[in-house]
């Protein structure tokens, strides 16, 4: 009589029907109706689709034998032969006619009475045969044992009859992978009896707890085992699979034995067992070992395809290797998964990157872009990474290309916001090898996306793309900047034209910086007026422009401005064409503006007669300072870093700033906090240059250094002592180190800027020059960066490794743990 699986054989169950949880919830539901189902209907199930729908029928559960019968019918299933079986205590089967009495399924074994974990048994009924009377009874009474105490029984009369190692190492899948524990004890004690070493049995004990700790410390010394020793192993691990146990530590004791187990006659089974339960584990190495010894491993794999989109996904990951024969139907049901609209399958970058590893005949682009705008369904965006990828190793033909451009185009259109996200990270349409006319046609709907998205991450990388495709965006910019209604999208195309023209020739460059003055003239929108004349000042002071007109031009455009003008000024003042007299003009006009004295009134308070609400109103002035701070400071960097700045108005900008930097700093006067860390930025950049003027860079340094508690000023100051290493900059490098390990030590910095401040050290470390007590303030700094070395960035940790050389012995091995 045939068998159904039963609830304590769900590993097996849940390895015949993949990845269908849906299905394997409906096997669950008649099983608590007690109607099974044998095993080999349920591996008939990839092919006959027809028999699902039979399982996952509402009446089935409660169907008797006409029932049964009217539901083969209405579910199409006549063909497939199957019945329904009543058994014992209630039970009833489904199962094909042929299993009834099935002389070549019974065996020498009665299988209605076999122990649940039978898969895999075909060594154990190669030896049967051939077995001595002694032996063969325990072993068929082992096999046909129901209860627990009857197994426990047969393995203890099996232990005293002495098997051979290869007898036990065939029975081990199944007794050790018993819901029993008596069994699985009796089963540990047969391996001893057997002459299993201790190292083999610490490892079988550590696999029946799932001690993974144990089991990666024991598959270290497996090296050098005997070959029926390792037996031992492998039907160990084979019983931990059937046990539904996979974990990383046992696919790494897998890795570790990969060539014993290429050729061992479980390995089919195990690969059943540990693929369809893998999810989020790496099988890379184990399978690629694999396949480096047993070209029979692609079979196996093969074998798992058409179980579920999730393992059809693994396995073509598995499967992708260079010169395969078979590399064009595995490529094409991967594209398939890959664009699927539905939640598998999950891990579709491994997919992606498996697909590449196949493109050996560059047809892989093509595949995709034959889908067209049904691309736009994947619930995944990884399909966009794949092409970006393809596009930068030469993989995608112009034709695929325009037809790729198409699919952004309707993208940009349809509101398909991750995929168009994921587009424009992925900087896809600059890296299309489409023709120039079919790019130029993209640069207006991608300009409008900017109307679309508010954050200004987006709004970047829509500008970002458009510069990336090059000269051929630059008639379209121009268009939209002079037809375009939209701001936003006129402002886009001011930036991206500044760019765009820097690598240009000079009468091109000239050109564009006249037309922009020109556009500045005839615009009445000040803050647009203000964009377009700072980017053509901008291109002005480009090297190859000669022509100074130019740029005088745009300053006397800009006049009258007010704040509009800063950026402008910022421009000229560093540029090489500016007068002597018209540059300190520019810088008196922008230090006016930082140091100005802001008016100390009170808000004015209005109250809401109807909802006594109060709002409190600020001065006018107020605000319009706080936006012009950062603009100003831009400039004044700007015109810091030029080679054009005569030395005495670079002491008269550094002079002020620092004056202004002690009383904002102090609080005599009260800016923003984010201007004043701008503040400090300028000045620590100003002071961080080569040719920056040694006693500037001091002036800046003790400016800055009462405030290195403060964690932004403090990288400032390193990057300004790592810059220059004269004695009197030491000096201060030492007081700095000093003040900022105190303020560490007394806990004034938050949790989350342990990251930050772990930087910092590293940083400090690093200053060549400490003067008297050098040794002593690095140690105490390698001490320091010690307690918070679990929060240092990787690049911090790497910078480190590379300067290591340069440190004290002592210093080097306190920081050994680098």
Known sequence: MPAGLRASEAPLIQSLIGSDQRLL???????????AVTRAVLEELPRAPELRKLLMDATLKDADGDGFATIVINRGCTDLDLCLLDQDEDWRVIAFTDEVDNPLMAGEVD???????????AGVAELLPSLEPKMRGPVEGLLAAQADEQRAAALEQLRYAAPSMRLVSELMPMVL?????????????????????????????????????????????????????????????????????????????????????????????????????????????????LQANNPATNSILESLLGQGDDLDARVIVLLAQPGRADEDRLSERGVELLLSPH???????????????????????????????????????????????????????????????????????RRAGPHLVAILEQQLPALLPASGGARASLIEPLAELTVRFRDQRSIELIQE??????????????????????????????????????????????????????????????????????????????????????????DEGARGMGDQALAVWGH???????????????????????????????????????????????????????????????????????????????????????????????????????????????????????????????????????????????????????????????????????SLMQAASRGEFADDERGDLADVIVNFLLIPNYGEGADAITRRLAGLLGSYRSHISLRSRERLRAEMDRLDQEVVERLSWV
């Open 572 to 738: 000229v003042a560093a540029g090489p064409h500016v007068s002597p007299e018209r540059r300190s003009e520019i810088l008196e006009l922008l230090l006016v503006g930082i140091t100005a004295d802001l008016p100390d009134l009170p808000a004015e308070q209005m109250v809401d007669p109807n909802t006594q609400d109060t709002t409190y109103v600020l001065d006018e002035r107020l605000g319009s300072h706080t936006f012009s701070v950062p603009v100003m400071l831009t400039a004044l960097r700007r015109m810091g870093a030029s080679e054009h700045l005569p030395a005495p108005l670079l002491r008269r900008m550094v002079s002020e700033l620092c004056r202004q930097w002690k009383r904002v700093s102090s609080w005599e006067v009260i800016w923003g906090p984010g201007n004043v860390q701008d503040l400090g930025a300028t000045l620590g950049s100003l002071a961080q240059a080569k040719n920056f003027p040694s006693s500037l860079r001091l002036q800046v340094a003790e400016a800055l250094l009462p405030r290195v508690s403060q964690l932004a000023i403090a990288a400032n100051l390193a990057q300004v002592f790592l810059s220059e290493s004269g004695q009197s900059l030491a000096d201060l490098a030492a007081r700095s180190a000093r």
């Open 25 to 35: 919830m409906r096997l669950g539901a008649l099983l608590h109706a007690k109607l």
């Open 343 to 413: 939640e598998e399958p999950s891990d579709r970058m491994a997919l992606g990157a498996a697909l590449k590893r196949l493109d050996h005949d560059k047809r892989l682009a093509a595949r995709i872009a034959q889908r067209g705008e049904a691309i736009l369904a994947a619930r995944e965006s990884t399909v966009y990474w794949l092409l970006a990828e393809l596009c930068r190793s030469d993989s995608v033909s112009p034709e695929d290309a325009e037809i790729l451009l198409d699919v952004i185009r309707a993208a940009a259109t």
């Open 177 to 289: 992978a018993d819901g029993a524990d008596l069994v699985r004890e009796r089963a540990i004690a047969l391996v001893v009896a057997a002459g299993a070493r201790p190292l083999v049995v610490d490892l079988i004990r550590a696999l029946q707890k799932d001690d993974e700790v144990a089991i990666a410390r024991l598959a270290d010394n497996l090296q050098g085992l005997p070959d029926e020793q390792m037996d031992l192993v492998v039907a160990a691990i084979l019983a931990a699979l059937g046990r539904g146990k996979v974990s990383p530590a046992l696919i790494q004791l897998c890795t570790t034995i990969a060539v014993h187990l290429s050729h061992h006659r479980g390995l089919s089974r195990l690969l059943e067992l540990l693929v369809p339960h893998s999810r989020n584990l790496s099988l890379m190495p184990l399978v690629r070992q």
């Open 111 to 121: 299988a209605d009475n076999a122990a649940p974990a039978l898969a895999g048994m």
């Open 465 to 554: 793309v458009i510069i990336g495709m090059g000269p051929n965006a630059i008639t379209s910019l121009w268009d939209l900047l002079a037809e375009h209604p939209n701001a936003k999208v006129r402002r886009l195309s001011v930036i991206a034209l500044g760019r765009l023209h820097g690598d240009r020739d000079q009468a091109t460059v000239s050109d564009a910086v006249s037309r922009l003055i020109k556009t500045a003239r005839s615009t009445s929108e000040r803050e647009e007026k203000g964009l377009i004349l700072a980017v053509a000042a901008e291109m002005a002071q480009n090297p190859v422009v000669t022509d100074g007109s130019l740029s005088n031009q745009v």
